[in-house]
């Protein structure tokens, strides 16, 4: 001991070597006790299960990581009722949805997975497959059209049976399944439209387009002005880590008002691990007798199974479809003629037409002539190509389907 009461440097030296070499004992017999945990209890010799016995507290602690592991693993599994108890559960549902007086739908990416687009905590979805290390493809979001729960929840607005719904989704298809918007909080934004935020109020502009081709997190312009003032137009997104502060289309105010007014919340293919953050959305200052009943329909777990008055295990359509039927109400088709985006829209100026590359959602009456010109110009569109080496003839003909978009 050096003088002072200090360790010399030797010492200092030999307490690390020696902290050192405990650690590596340490992990050493946590291995032991790891590789012994997974054997067969019958399969253990006397020396292992003496091992066991002088190192409880590393086994507590492997057990309860292993369980922790196994619930885990269990909230990702998807599970599917069985047709008829889905059944059965579908008619506790409908009686729900009739004798309720302010029924509000939340929806997620559950509910589009049917148009393609993929959902985020699913076996396949975003995240997951992200978290795996895999890559995920590129889905062209203006292919995509209002699936069968769209239709139907859309439906069911007409006949007063839901009053509201509150959406995740920034796919727009709510929107464009013919729910007015007075209807829909898109908590999250929608990517068909974009705003300019120093016109009181705010001003909006629908596209048939995604907006958001050079947006990003904490980056919102969209590099077109608006035609009023003149200032730089932004998306409505609000991605993970931001705080979305813009009236519409995210219309939180209606969304907490219906809320607060609800005695049924009917919860379509979302995970809520984003939802239950939203206190108001739950009524949580509201006695648990004074809350809405919830029904959820999800094939994995949530964090509000344990609360819900019915959970289903099923597919969004599925469920929907047998609910229509027990309801007695017809499922309207998709008629892309109908679509509200086209009406809405507003056209680009001019200088705006290079502003973008996204592919628009193809009106009706553009596939139509398509189809006519393949069949009527068959024979010039092969001259064509001879003549130019075939980009000059589908240049042109790309160029005034476009134009005819915007």
Request: aromatic residues 4%; proline residues 5%; hydrophobic residues 35%.
């Amino acid at each position: 001991m050096a003088a002072g009461g200090s360790l010399s440097r030797t010492e200092r030296k030999a307490a690390a070597r020696a902290e050192i070499l405990q650690q590596e004992e340490q992990r050493d017999r946590r291995r032991q006790v790891s590789r012994i945990l997974k054997k067969p209890v019958g399969e253990r010799n006397p020396e292992e299960s003496l091992l066991l016995g002088q190192c409880e507290d590393i086994v507590r602690e492997l057990e309860r990581r292993r369980k922790k592991r196994e619930g885990l693993r269990r909230r990702q599994e998807e599970v599917c009722d069985e047709p008829e108890e889905l059944k059965r559960k579908v008619i506790e549902l409908a009686a729900a949805v009739r004798n309720a007086k302010h029924l509000v739908i939340y929806t997620g990416a559950g509910i589009s997975t049917a148009a393609s687009i993929p959902d985020y905590r699913g076996p396949n979805g975003v995240w997951t497959l992200l978290q795996k290390g895999r890559s995920i493809r590129a889905t062209d979001l203006s292919e995509a059209e209002p699936t069968l729960t769209h239709m139907s929840i859309a439906c069911l607005h007409k006949h007063n049976l839901v009053q509201h719904v509150v959406s995740q989704n920034c796919d727009g298809l709510h929107l464009r399944s013919g729910l007015p918007q007075a209807a829909i909080s898109e908590l999250h934004g929608n990517m068909y439209i974009e705003v300019c935020t120093s016109c009181t109020p705010n001003r909006e502009y629908v596209r048939v387009f995604d907006v958001t081709e050079r947006t990003a997190l904490h980056r919102h312009h969209t590099g077109r002005m608006c035609h009023k003032c003149g200032t730089q137009l932004r998306d409505t997104i609000v991605h993970f880590g931001e705080k979305g502060t813009l009236r519409e289309p995210l219309n939180w105010e209606a969304a907490t008002e219906a809320a607060s007014k609800a005695d049924v919340i009917l919860c379509l293919g979302s995970s809520l691990k984003v939802l239950k953050k939203y206190p108001h959305l739950w009524c949580m200052s509201k006695p648990p007798s004074r809350r809405p009943k919830l029904y959820i329909v999800n094939l994995q777990w949530t964090p509000k199974d344990d609360l819900a008055a019915l959970k289903l295990h099923g597919k969004c359509d599925d469920v929907m479809r047998l609910l229509m039927e027990e309801l007695g109400l017809e499922i309207p088709c998709y008629d892309r003629t109908k679509d509200p985006i086209f009406s809405l829209a507003i056209p680009l100026s001019p200088d705006e037409e290079g502003s973008h590359s996204r592919r628009p959602v193809a009106p009706p009456w553009s596939l139509e002539e398509a189809q006519m010109q393949e069949q009527q110009q068959e024979p010039a569109s092969q001259l064509s190509l001879s003549l130019s080496g075939g980009w000059f003839g589908r240049g042109c003909a790309k160029g005034s389907k476009r134009k005819k978009v915007n």
